[in-house]
């Protein structure tokens, strides 16, 4: 089995910054993609940003400039580093990552508040 758990999210002013952890656990051969996607409520889990075992990133429009995706693949973690944040970027914040099997898992979820 494998499990993601996130941690890092909170209450922050608008523009400040928060960086997310989601480090993956249990047995998988590899992890081939990780990426954060985040929920406000009444909307769609979105995807935010994605990052390939090769360092390949994508990122929606709404956070490029201000959010950067990035791996650990010896730590089998991703990192979600957060900058300028805005009210509408207050969401539950999910980690996803897809192994060789190839399996998508999620994690739990870890809330971000932006907000004075």
């Known amino acids: 089995q494998v499990q993601l758990v996130e941690s890092g999210g909170g209450l922050v002013q608008p523009g400040g910054s928060l960086r997310l952890s989601c480090a993956a656990s249990?047995?998988?051969?590899?992890?081939?993609?990780m990426g954060w996607y985040r929920q406000a409520p009444g909307k769609e889990r979105d995807l935010v940003a994605g990052?390939?075992?090769?360092?390949?990133?994508t990122y929606a429009d709404s956070v490029k400039g201000r959010f950067t995706i990035s791996r650990d693949n010896a730590k089998n973690t991703v990192y979600l580093q957060m900058n300028s944040l805005k009210p509408e970027d207050t969401a539950v914040y999910y980690c996803n990552a897809v192994t060789s099997t190839p399996l998508a898992v999620w994690g739990q979820g870890t809330l971000v508040t932006v907000s004075s």
């Open positions: 990052i390939s075992r090769y360092g390949a990133t």
């Open positions: 249990g047995t998988f051969f590899s992890i081939n993609t």
